[in-house]
């Protein structure tokens, strides 16, 4: 008897599986069902906050299920592959969803699928990148590598196109992607120059470099924040100027002039090299440190303000440089006025404001604006003269003038500060405690 029993309990196990089985549906988050996932943006731009939205700190995406329209399962991915899923009641999808739904609509269309920037990024890539190295790599002769050139440089549109479709990328992938494919190119390029590669094998190199960059760079993103993937194409992208920099003052005027493409062995050069690739490289991990580890808000626009930081600086140490100065010091004078440009533009730009995209890129016309008119009215009032100095310090003041004009003019809104507790002190809040009035009015004020 106990043997039939415990047949049948076997029997009727799979049974018991399968009327178990949770099916989850996805549902939107806005009434329009635009938004199928969360961003960090869109939440911030919702001001979505505790009881109904339980998320908090940093997320890469949200995404939002059900069973029975009635009780919700919020899936939040972390970094590092890590999900958290949270019960939400009908009343707060309710309250999450009538928030969302009165964002503006090109908030939503900007940032819930980057498929369209990543198309358009991918075809730049191939007509830039890819079809010139394919081309290249193929032939010797113009038939071929005109051929060669149409026929990836086509293709790239579609094979993003293609992608894109399969799967949701978002602004981070998309990011990434685009700096990973162009910078891993001219890696491959340069590794293959280092091991004295014929220039076949130098466009070869930066083929597959391209393509290797562009994969890495989705497969990388897909964990990843906006402010993830801007901050390690900047570091990367300064890296390898500051190695350029700092080589070439190591260099200096000796060494010989093989440009990168030459037969010609030369130590000097390919330690050059050497140099701009391991920069470079390093400066893809150290770039995701910044916004991760700052103690204030880092956004994706205030990593992108560094570089009108980086223009103000190089001017003003080239306008330092004696007439007709050494090569060494040039690059010395040049790299570490980018780099002091940087820190200060960290310091007065991306700590006292939270920059969108837009905004960084109208800051760094504002300051390459401004840099044309101060050397327009240098050239017009000053007398003539080989010395360029005069021209290089009033475009490096008008650059800071519009820098400073544009961030005025732009008002961003101001920085989100710590993630954590902060005590600052109130002296007047000594001649009202005895009034008891609102909190804000303490002697000490803590803000979260």
């Not at 997320?59 to 329209?69: G, P, Q, V």
């Amino acid at each position: 008897m106990r043997r039939f029993a415990l047949i049948g309990a076997l029997l009727l196990s799979p049974a018991l599986r399968v009327q178990a089985q949770i099916v989850e549906r996805p549902v939107p988050f806005d009434s329009a069902g635009l938004v199928t996932v969360m961003t960090p943006y869109i939440a911030e731009r919702a001001a979505l906050r505790a009881p109904w939205w339980p998320v908090s700190g940093d997320f890469s995406e949200a995404r939002l299920y059900t069973m029975n329209d009635s009780t919700y399962v919020l899936a939040v991915g972390r970094r590092m592959g890590i999900v958290e899923r949270y019960n939400l009641s009908a009343a707060d999808r309710d309250a999450i969803r009538a928030i969302v739904s009165r964002l503006p609509r090109d908030v939503i269309a900007a940032r819930t699928d980057a498929r369209t920037s990543f198309v358009r990024n991918q075809t730049l890539l191939g007509i830039l990148v890819y079809g010139p190295a394919f081309a290249g790599a193929i032939a010797d002769n113009d038939a071929s590598q005109i051929a060669g050139y149409l026929v990836v440089a086509g293709g790239s549109f579609f094979a993003a196109s293609e992608i894109s479709r399969r799967t949701v990328i978002s602004r981070a992938q998309s990011d990434l992607a685009f700096n990973m494919g162009h910078n891993i190119a001219l890696a491959g390029l340069g590794t293959m120059y280092l091991f004295k590669a014929e220039s076949r094998g130098q466009s070869a190199g930066a083929f597959v470099g391209g393509l290797t960059g562009t994969a890495l760079g989705l497969r990388l993103a897909r964990t990843m924040t906006e402010a993830d993937a801007v901050g390690a194409g900047f570091g990367s992208d300064l890296g390898a100027l500051i190695g350029l920099g700092v080589s070439s003052a190591i260099r200096g005027d000796g060494g010989c002039t093989t440009d990168l493409f030459g037969s010609d062995s030369c130590k000097e050069s390919r330690g050059q090299v050497a140099a701009i690739l391991a920069s470079g490289l390093i400066g893809y991990p150290l770039g995701v440190l910044y916004p991760r580890n700052a103690r204030y808000h880092v956004t994706a626009g205030d990593i992108n303000t560094l570089w009108s930081g980086a223009v103000v600086g190089v001017l003003t140490g080239a306008a330092l440089l004696p007439e007709s100065p050494k090569k060494s010091v040039a690059a010395t004078a040049l790299t570490g006025g980018g780099v002091l440009g940087v820190i200060v533009a960290d310091r007065f730009l991306v700590q006292r404001a939270d920059h969108g995209r837009t905004e960084a890129t109208q800051l760094l016309f504002g300051t390459a604006a401004g840099g044309l008119m101060g050397a327009g009215l240098a050239a017009l009032f000053g007398e003539p003269s080989n010395n360029p100095q005069p021209v290089f310090a009033l475009a490096a003041a008008g650059s800071l003038v519009g820098m400073i004009v544009t961030e005025r003019y732009l008002g961003p809104s101001p920085d989100a500060g710590r993630r954590g507790p902060r005590l600052s002190f109130n002296p007047g809040g000594i001649f009202s405690m005895a009034a008891r009035v609102q909190g804000n009015h303490s002697l000490i004020n803590v803000r979260f």
